[in-house]
């Protein structure tokens, strides 16, 4: 018997009035894997991770999670699958007026309903996970760097121990040092919870790095899906023009949305 994906897509389709984004995706993420999804901007990353998380809904195909069919739930069954999931954001999206500790922790307090000291300490010791001191905890996001922001965004993500952890633009707006940093973390973190991993970027040091397998999304459609390790040997010269960001190839700007 073959083991369950804990993500599964099939034949999942979205379009905006005439415009079509998704045409038909199928896509597999095994447990414990990590799956990247490249592609250009515009090209419906987000629109297939807001259609996974349940903020958009295709109008055909199928979205299973631990083989649980996903699109059209109803609410209560939704709030228990959203408890699987943790989520980076792209931006890291804290909450200004929070501490930080209170950030990392806003899944525990408010999701969970665990007392704030408890919560307290799970924050303080994912504070450590990502490489942050005790006494980051109280200060405000503001009083941070982008990358320590960063850092704060993935304690938060792993907070609740999520099976799915789902990461959007990881390292937008980072230097490409902070960025390697936050990647490697990624891995740590994803391994240490035991998480499987769906991220969408265009930063291909990234996908790269982060990565078991990449799938690139072009047209509506995942023309290309291989381990991380073959994408230099793809043979798929739209693939080939994206990894080397080449002006010139098969793939065109599209000048208008
Ligand atoms: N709610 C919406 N209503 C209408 N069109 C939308 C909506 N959401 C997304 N789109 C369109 O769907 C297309 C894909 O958008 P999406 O944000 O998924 O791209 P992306 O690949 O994530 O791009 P980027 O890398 O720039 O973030 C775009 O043309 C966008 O205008």
Redesign the pocket.
Known sequence: MTAVPKIELKGVH?A??P?V?LDGIDLSVARGESVVVI????????????SILGL?RPESGSIRIDGEEVVGMGAKDRDRIMKKFGMLF?GGALFDSLKVWENVAFGLIQGQRMERAKARDIAIEKLAQVGLAASTGDLFPSELSGGMQKRVSLARAIATNPEIIFFD?PTTGLDPIMADVINDLIVKCCKEVGATALS???DMASARKISDRIAM?YKGKLIWVGPAKDIDHSGNEYVDQFIHGRAVGPITM?LR?
């Open positions: 979205k905006f009035g415009k984004v592609g250009g901007s515009g090209t419906g990353k987000s629109v297939m991770l807001k958009l792209q633009e969408i970027t265009h999304l599209e949305a």
